[in-house]
T-cell receptor, first 109, second 114 residues
């Protein structure tokens, strides 16, 4: 069965510093990878997906099949980036998502 | 106001009682999902439904039941067989078109069983 691992429960960075939220997955085929975000008092929402290869709110994520990783990166953290981030995986072209345990990002002034 | 609604926001029940959590969407989505969120465990899929009158077990379906009689509604029943029912429950939906991977989430229901 597929699995998503987010090794950091909490990541604390200073404003303006680079951010990297780690995500590793275990799946032998070609998965679809996503990042979902939950800001304080807001609903969980899609941030970005690897297939679209876009930058959202300054965040990017590259799928590295060799390392089975999909790390989320941003060059300069902003205070409004503080949130809970979940990496998720979908396989076989289906809708079913497998989520990681999440990383709480805290951006300090 | 479009989106997914879950009610109630907080729910309290005595041990041994079944309880049903409501999830309604007006996004015209075919697929709906129920997740359970526990601290340090992320989101775990309980049940999902790709179409009306059809649903499949997720990773932790034991002690739960669902129905999908209407496209808009996907209620979840937490039965007395669920050993640790106290949790935060999230409902989501998605379309079956080109963006079918994006799931739209409700605000959640926090269930406390004592």
């Amino acid at each position: 069965a597929q699995r998503v691992t987010q090794p950091e429960k909490l990541l604390s960075v200073f404003k303006g510093a680079p951010v990297e939220l780690k995500c590793n997955y275990s799946y032998s085929g070609s998965p679809e990878l996503f990042w979902y975000v939950q800001y304080s008092r807001q609903r969980l929402q899609l941030l970005l997906r690897h297939i679209s290869r876009e930058s959202i709110k300054g965040f990017t994520a590259d799928l590295n099949k060799g390392e089975t990783s999909f790390h989320l990166k941003k060059p300069f953290a902003q205070e409004e980036d503080s949130a809970m981030y979940y990496c998720a995986l979908s396989v076989g072209g289906g809708n079913k998502l497998t989520f990681g345990t999440g990383t709480q990002l805290k951006v300090e002034l | 106001d479009g989106g997914i609604t879950q009610s109630p926001k907080y729910l309290f029940r005595k041990e041994g009682q079944n309880v049903t959590l409501s999830c309604e969407q007006n996004l015209n989505h075919d697929a709906m999902y129920w997740y359970r969120q526990d601290p340090g465990q992320g989101l775990r899929l309980i049940y999902y439904s790709q179409i009306v009158n059809d649903f499949q077990k997720g990773d932790i379906a034991e002690g739960y039941s669902v129905s999908r009689e209407k496209k808009e509604s996907f209620p979840l029943t937490v039965t007395s067989a669920q050993k640790n029912p106290t949790a935060f429950y999230l409902c989501a939906s998605s379309s079956s078109g080109t963006d079918h991977y994006e799931q739209y989430f409700g605000p959640g229901t926090r269930l406390t069983v004592t």
